[in-house]
């Protein structure tokens, strides 16, 4: 495994718990976004892409959808289990489903985990599991950087970041998809660009 990977892979399984603790309250500020999401499927099925601990998907199975959560981490895994969520531990940069499983995917802050040179494909994997009509959502944090971050929420901890700005962001997708919705949301000290988006025919 590619040494990024696993050390995001490493950091998540141990400080797992804390994260959920620390995210728990995090739907809040996108549960617009996660209501258009639900309002914009032509089905049930659900990717939780890098699904951590599952706190999107309860969300989506309690509002009568069929989320299947997907994370790196073990431990993610085992809390969505918890939570009676269908979860399986995977790659997003590898995705192990088969074309056209899903009605939406949603990958709220963890394509941000995988390098830039990857994103255009991993983006290709999303619209390759995507049933015809279906919807993708990324949420991403805004910066200029690709590289280790230590936050300062978890002092003394590094992950890997890539983060971009929205005019890049924008360009991207808009080479693959149709954006129908945007937001830009503040939370603590950081800000997230969030997208709603359909492949294009
Ligand atoms: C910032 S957390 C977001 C979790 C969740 N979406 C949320 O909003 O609470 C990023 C998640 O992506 C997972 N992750 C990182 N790299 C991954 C990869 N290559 N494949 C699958 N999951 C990955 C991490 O284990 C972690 O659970």
Redo the contacts with the bound molecule.
Sequence with gaps: MESY?EV??IV??KH?GQ?KEF?KD??EYILEDANLFLDSLNGKKIL??????G??SLFFKESCFNPVC????KE?IKLCRKKSLAAVV????NLCFKDNSFNGV?????L???PKEKFNYNLSQVIRSLKSGGVFYL?MKEGNFEGFLESDKYPGIKRFFSLYRDEELSEILSQYFEIFHKSRVKLEKATFLNYLCRPKK
């Design positions: 990977k995001n892979r998540y399984g797992a994260f995210t995090y739907l939780d892409l890098g699904s951590g601990p706190r999107d997907l994370d790196i981490s993610m995977g790659d997003l940069e949603w990958a709220y802050t963890s941000l985990h995988s949420g």
